[in-house]
């Protein structure tokens, strides 16, 4: 039991799965010919701002099938579509027309921010000036909204107190904007594929979503926190009931993959789409005059039976939360892609499952100073299966994780880096069937399974394993958008990562700064930790609810 909360979100995912997500704003609807099992848009309504969000669902297969059942086209400039990682969930709530207020009687600590807040008590979070609010804040992210809302729900959480959330929530129906969540997995993005014993990095109360604590969500299982972490397998269940809990599942839809997003004439697409409208003697098509490009989104719909369903939906903004665990991150070296070598943890779970490793096999090679890369050490070491583990740091690195977390919250970890300190090649330690190379990098796997290391004095080692985990991170998946987004980039030289070079992004609205319409959540804009996420969330339905005009004189 080990680890994990640094995907994201995000889906954070924010909205995050691990396949393609993502939030398209101002979509006008259509549905083809085939489609007539189910409407995607009110037909009653003139004009409206809808919502598209992509997750990945197969448990809300019965959505889909009422709802997308044969889709082949979906236009609605007037629309939205997100990913159903944490980002998206958070997303869908607030253009749910689920609107955050300050408390009047609430006391914030920051007597500044207090100050700020009782200047406008009968107007929403959503329509106030985000950058005058967060302004002078400070916090374990670097982003202002991020650390906006974060402490406004958890007060002095960063200190040990347990202050409550100074924010009202009411709903209010007529500020909601229609949208629909499109994902492969069920709400939660890549936590549903997390081995559900493994525990959070983050304390369990971070995990929690707007208006229901996770904690008095725990309560009501009769289960707890494990030294104030949560297993992976109650955040999944806690993600998928919040949508249900707020009512948001008739915005998702299952088994839906997205392969393409790019920007058309919106014209073109006009013409097209009142074409097939008079066809079936609908009326349903509205359209922004002022859009001259809209982002046509392609993809499949995979229904219970294994059959792949296509459709498009035409959008003017689109937010992307597909989180970042999607691809793992490759080192490049010779026979990496070899049968022997892994790169996702899962493959020695399975290994053991398999008995195709054990106590007396050779060595299994782990490669990485992350957290995945000590879970994978410490699944190994209890199992008695021999490790080697390479890393190319200094143990004494202040920029390992290591170095950055407190003793007493996280003590497995801990004892991984005192194993990486006291049991080298060079030196023998108190731990059996363990081996650490620190500042090691790996030149070659063969297809005898032996690999070929050089230290930093360009020395080459060969060891014999019997298999190789490659636990170096990972990328998102971006491969749905042009140049698979790279252009998108802070350095638009080198590709999306959420920790070195994520989108580009306007920090008050979250929009993409090299494509208007175009928004980035979750760890795909640096925000990696479930805490921090949902200010994105507020940011982007603050942008969006100014566009759509829903925003209260």
């Excluded at 053991?352 to 070491?381: E, W, Y």
Aim: charged share 20%; with cysteine.
């Amino acid at each position: 039991t080990a680890l994990l909360e640094r995907r994201q979100i995000e889906g954070c995912g924010l909205v995050g799965f691990l396949g393609c997500t993502g939030i398209f704003i101002k979509i006008s609807l259509l549905v083809g010919p085939a489609a007539e099992a189910g409407r995607l848009q009110d037909p009653n309504a003139s004009r409206q701002e809808n919502v598209c969000i992509i997750e990945q669902i197969p448990k809300y297969e019965e959505v889909q099938a009422s709802a997308c059942r044969d889709h082949r086209s979906v236009v609605n400039p007037e629309w939205e579509v997100h990913w159903n990682g944490p980002s998206g969930i958070c997303l869908s709530y607030l253009l749910s027309g689920y609107t955050p207020y300050f408390k009047r009687e609430a006391v914030h600590p920051h007597p500044i921010l207090q100050r700020k807040l009782e200047e406008a008590l009968d107007v929403s979070l959503l329509d106030q000036d985000l950058e005058y609010l967060s302004e002078g804040l400070e916090g374990r992210s670097s982003s202002p909204v991020a650390l906006l809302f974060d402490t406004l729900e958890r007060p002095d959480t960063d200190f040990g107190g347990t202050a409550e959330s100074v924010l009202t929530w009411w709903h209010e129906p007529d500020r909601a904007i229609p949208h629909l969540v499109l994902g492969k997995s069920a709400p939660g993005g890549a936590w549903q594929s997390i081995e559900g014993s493994m525990v959070t990095l983050s304390r369990g109360e971070w995990m929690g979503l707007p208006d229901l604590l996770f904690k008095d969500w725990l309560k009501q299982k009769r289960r707890g926190l494990r030294n104030n972490r949560a297993t992976a397998e109650d955040i999944a269940q806690y993600y998928q009931h919040y949508v249900m809990k707020k009512g948001l599942q008739k915005n998702f839809r299952c088994g839906t993959v997205v392969t393409s997003v790019r920007k058309v004439s919106a014209e073109g697409v006009s013409n097209h789409t009142q074409k097939d409208l008079q066809e079936n003697g609908d009326s349903l098509w509205s359209f922004n005059e002022k859009s001259t490009e809209v982002f046509e989104v392609d993809g499949f719909f995979k229904n219970v039976k294994g059959d792949k369903k296509p459709f498009s939906v035409y959008a003017e903004n689109v937010v992307l939360a597909t989180g970042t665990y999607d691809s793992p991150t490759w080192l490049g070296v010779k026979g990496e892609n070899l049968s022997y070598v892994h790169h996702k943890l899962s493959a020695l779970e399975e290994a053991v499952k398999n008995n195709s490793i054990g106590i007396m096999s050779d060595p299994v090679l782990i490669v990485g100073a992350g957290l995945t890369a000590a879970d994978a050490v410490l699944f190994a070491h209890h199992c008695n299966i021999p490790v080697l583990h390479a890393f190319r740091r200094r143990v004494s690195d202040p920029g390992l994780i290591f170095n950055q977390l407190p003793k007493m919250m996280y003590p497995e970890y801990h004892k991984v880096h005192q194993m990486m300190k006291e049991q080298s090649a060079a030196c023998a330690g108190p731990y059996e069937r363990y081996v650490s190379l620190p500042e090691h990098h790996v030149l070659s796997f063969s297809s005898d399974k032996k690999c070929v290391f050089q230290d930093k004095n360009g020395c080459q080692k060969v060891y014999k394993i019997s298999m190789a985990l490659v636990l170096t991170g990972s990328n998102p998946n971006l491969s749905f958008l042009p140049n698979n987004g790279i252009d998108l980039a802070m350095d638009n030289d080198q590709p999306v990562n959420s920790k070195r070079n994520p989108i580009d992004v306007d920090p008050f609205t979250y929009e993409c700064t090299q494509e208007k319409g175009l928004y980035a959540l979750g760890p795909l804009a640096g925000d990696n930790f479930v805490r921090f996420v949902q200010g994105g969330a507020l940011a982007a339905a603050s942008s969006l609810l100014k566009k759509a005009n829903k925003n209260p004189p």
